[in-house]
């Protein structure tokens, strides 16, 4: 794996209205590599991911895709820049069908990009294909899930933050979405991972980053946190 840091946060720190979220994330994802964030609720996961897309603004901190801080720009520009977004509110367009709301997604991507098409979707979820004409409105919350992953990898992302993708679907589309993040990251796609269930993020993830308190308490392998039961008890059991 190729040890180049392509996303880096150095110092991030965001607010709610008066209440302090992050309290100085550091955090580095290397080309190449699938590094899960995780943590208790309210630790600030999500917050992360959403002030790396500029929907909560920093308050203070950098976000370095490349050379080039993004904190601070729109998302539409931190989207170009070559940052894809799969919110855990998933967010489809409920009155555009499948196709459109793929076709929503579609951008040139940034050099060195791996580009994507809507054939290429549908071979990992093949009922996004029997449901194309369908308004997006009418699906499945699995089905809205693989949607919504798909309309952002056909932005040709360098990089993917995904959160929570497997929250209340059945073991057989948890299964597949698994597979997904897998395949794109063996494909070339960088990802940042948020997730509860333990199971799919120490599989498919290169490091693990816990989250405490708005910081990173803890950055290792997956194997490395398993063997650190103290870890696992003060900052991941419920």
Known sequence: ???ETLLRLNGLQAHYGK???????NFDLRRGEVVS???????????????VMGLVVPSAGEVRLGGRDLAGERPYAIC?????????????????????NLAMGVQPGPAGATHWSA????????????????????LSGGEQQMLTMCRSLLGNPLVLLIDEPT?????????Q??????DINRKGV??????????????????????????????????ELSASPAVMDEWLAV
């Open 1 to 3: 794996m190729a040890e």
């Open 19 to 25: 209440s302090h979220i992050l309290h100085g994330v």
């Open 167 to 175: 929250e209340g679907l059945a073991p057989m589309i948890v299964q």
């Open 177 to 182: 979405v698994g597979e997904m993040i897998a």
């Open 80 to 100: 170009r820049a070559g940052i894809g977004y799969v919110p855990e509110e998933r967010e489809t367009f409920a009155n555009l069908t499948v196709d459109e």
């Open 190 to 223: 960088s990802v940042v991972l948020v997730e509860q269930k333990l199971v799919i993020a120490l599989k498919v993830s290169h490091r693990v980053a816990v989250m405490g308190h708005g910081r990173i308490v803890f950055e290792g392998t997956p194997a």
């Open 37 to 51: 964030l995780l943590g208790r609720n309210g630790s600030g996961r999500s917050t992360t991911l959403k002030a």
């Open 119 to 138: 054939e290429q979707m549908f071979d990992y979820f093949p009922r996004l294909k029997e449901r194309r004409n369908t308004r997006a409105g009418s």
